[in-house]
């Protein structure tokens, strides 16, 4: 479990304990864009937050301000309830605000132990020079990895050979090992199948576990809802909504944010697309169900 | 793609689905770079054995003299060249930069008259200087390695020929005939061999010591995994904090001190230095990394596996003289080879990307 040393509750906080990382009434503009318009949220020791949004919803401008890529143009960052300004990546992960970045987290060709410990090899001294410490170095990884539910039986191996899932765990596990208490996760389960997508969940909730807090960025509701303690919604950099989760049902989640008017809309205009193609026409149906089913009170069916 | 992950449900501890499985033995030792390169050689060993009219020679001390003496110069920067091209990069000015150290040496001793190891000594400055140049100029303008090296090589291949035909009255050999001081020691320790009737080069001690510290390096220090993490994926090995550009700077720097080491020894063998020596054999350096398991794109490789690519080319090399061939075939024969490196390279690249899904 994390320590966290008492500070002053903040406004927001319901709790007695600070959040480990807070965003408060933050705002982003590049030039005349808006990219972030008075967006809060929090995430608290064993917690899961989650930020959805769909593609250009801002969440890559506020995955970069937690994670100290650039500072809020309004607004402030809070680290167990003190406002911070980081200078940089490296002092938001000094702090131990850790982000996994879906793409940039291994190197394919290099073997999990050395990926693991890459950029914090441990060495060991034999006479006037540093060595890896080989034995060390594979034997932490497994003992980490273990933790997440995976047994490494050959550290050797190439992470490239590794599931797009395992490869989630080892990022993970490493910014875990290496201090992370805040950790953020870059849509992890974006580019993986269901069962894989399963599995990283679960990492999720085993790193909620042993006390850090998640971000967890995600356009997926469905892998949302069943890990998160508090769900954020953005949509065009504005904040759609905040709810703790018994304030939210997964259908409300899903219909927030696909919108059952959206899907409705679409379900109507495939059909007139495509009066002479029965595919068409199914997927049409299909959709028009969807949208029923989500979003009851707009039945188009 | 959906998931619905009932809550409280309990983690599989080294569950199927979350376990990685281990390849067998054979697998793991076939995905080992250097273990085609090492086939490779036994075959190559056994053809020119087997050959009738090689097999005397091939087989006795004088044969094995006969193809070190080849390959030690390209063992001795297989080894830099196949670090640099794990970390992703080339440099084509290796092979003349073995010429230019070796030119330099020449002429600081003979105008000047200079004790030997002090002319060493300022080659090697200079070789740092150059590869310090190549590593600034890749990392900075972020250019291929490929072209910025090959402007050093011609800068140094223009300016060493120009410089001796300039200083030594139009010749392109440099020869130091009074001996500076320094000189026999200097030859025992680079230039010279061991025993009469078959000399073995003490070079070939080099190419060893230089084979076991990359290895080293690459393999057991911090170094070395930045190495490997440069050339597989740049952007990642920075998120982590990895110094990818000193790395590779680093390696750079080794290049040029390999064609130092080279140098080296080839002027203290015979206090005399040629212009041109050298050129042309960067592109042989770069077979025997590939030949020897080093990806052309990076991220992957072995020392052991760079310097059997470069015993590979030695006894290609001898091998078809010793065989009575057409000298010429001796390059078709790097050729198949370099084909043959490349194709297994690409069988292993894909080995070890292929994700299980």
């Known amino acids: ?301 | 793609m959906d998931v619905t992950l009932p809550p409280g449900q309990p983690a599989p501890a080294a569950a199927p689905n979350g376990r990685v499985v281990s390849a067998r033995l054979g697998t793991r030792l076939l995905r080992r770079p250097e273990v085609g390169a090492a086939l490779a050689a036994i075959a190559i060993f056994m053809i020119f054995a087997v050959d009738p009219v090689s097999r005397e020679l091939w087989l006795s001390q004088n044969g094995l003299v006969g193809w070190l003496s080849q390959a030690w110069q390209f063992g001795i920067m297989a080894v830099p060249v196949g670090l640099l091209m794990i970390g992703g990069e080339f440099d084509l000015s290796a092979g003349v930069m073995t010429g230019s150290a070796a030119i330099l040496m020449g002429l600081l001793a003979k105008g000047f008259g200079w004790n030997i190891w002090l002319c060493i000594a300022l080659s090697a400055v200079f070789a740092i200087v150059v590869g310090l140049i190549n590593g600034l100029l890749v990392v900075k303008t972020r250019l291929p390695s490929f072209i910025v090296t090959l402007a050093t090589f011609f800068v140094l291949r223009g300016t060493s020929v120009g410089l001796v035909e300039a200083l030594n009255s139009n010749s392109t050999v440099v020869t130091v005939l009074t001996p500076p001081p320094g000189t026999d020691v200097a030859r025992a320790v680079f230039g010279g061999s061991i025993g009469s009737a078959p000399a073995y080069p003490i070079a070939v001690a080099w190419w060893l010591i230089v084979t076991v510290v990359g290895t080293f390096l690459l393999s057991r220090t911090t170094f070395g995994n930045w190495v490997f993490a440069a050339g597989g994926d740049p952007n990642a090995a920075r998120n982590v904090g990895v110094p990818v550009g000193s790395t590779k700077i680093v390696l750079f720097i080794g290049t040029a001190l390999g064609g130092w080491l080279v140098g080296t020894i080839q002027f203290t063998a015979g206090l005399s230095a040629v212009s041109e020596q050298g050129v042309g054999y960067e592109l042989y350096y770069i077979v025997a990394a590939v030949v020897g398991g080093c990806l052309l794109t990076g991220g992957y490789g072995s020392v052991v596996g760079a310097s059997i690519g470069a015993a590979i080319i030695g006894m290609a090399l001898q091998g078809v003289i010793y065989a009575g061939w057409p000298s010429q075939w001796g390059f078709a024969f790097l050729g198949v080879l370099l084909l043959f490196g490349v194709v297994v390279n690409a069988v292993t690249y894909r080995q070890a990307q292929r994700a299980r899904r």
């Not at chain 1, 509750?9 to 319901?14: G, H, Q, R, V, W």
């Not at chain 1, 007695?16 to 990382?21: C, Y």
């Not at chain 1, 989650?50 to 680290?79: H, T, Y």
């Not at chain 1, 594979?138 to 933790?147: F, I, L, Q, S, W």
């Open chain 1, 1 to 301: 479990m994390t320590e966290i040393t008492p500070a002053p509750t903040p406004a927001l906080d319901t709790t007695a304990r600070p959040a480990l990382l807070e965003a408060r009434h933050v705002s982003k503009y590049f030039g005349s864009v808006i990219a972030l318009k008075d967006v809060s949220l929090q995430v608290r020791a064993g917690e899961v937050t989650c930020v959805l949004g769909d593609n250009g919803a801002g969440k890559s401008s506020l995955i970069k301000i937690l994670s100290g890529v650039f500072p809020p143009d309004e607004g402030e960052i809070l680290v167990d309830g003190e406002s911070t300004t980081f200078a940089g990546p490296r002092e938001a992960r000094a702090q131990g605000i850790a982000t996994v970045f879906q793409d940039l987290a291994t190197v394919p060709m290099m073997s999990i132990w050395r990926n693991f410990f890459l950029g914090q090899e441990p060495t060991r001294r034999v006479g006037p020079i540093n060595l890896l410490d080989l034995d060390r170095a594979k034997a932490t990884m497994k003992a980490e990895m273990a933790k997440m539910g995976i047994d490494v039986s050959d550290p050797n191996q190439n992470v490239g050979t590794l599931s797009g899932g395992e490869r989630q765990a080892v990022a993970i596990s490493r910014a875990v090992y290496f201090g992370a208490r805040v950790l953020i996760l870059d849509e992890p389960t974006s580019a993986l199948g269901v069962r894989q997508s399963g599995i990283v969940l679960r990492y999720v909730i085993q790193a909620r576990d042993m006390g850090r807090g998640v971000i967890l960025i995600t356009h997926n509701p469905h892998h949302a809802y069943p890990v998160g303690d508090q769900f954020v919604l953005l949509k065009l950099g504005h904040v759609l909504g905040s709810f703790t989760k018994d304030e939210i049902s997964i259908t409300d989640l899903t219909q927030m944010m696909a919108g059952g008017e959206e899907l409705a809309q679409l379900s109507h205009e495939l059909r007139r697309m495509g009066a002479d193609q029965p595919a068409l026409q199914q997927v049409a149906r299909e959709l028009a169900e969807e949208a029923a089913r989500t979003a009851p009170g707009n039945s188009e069916a």
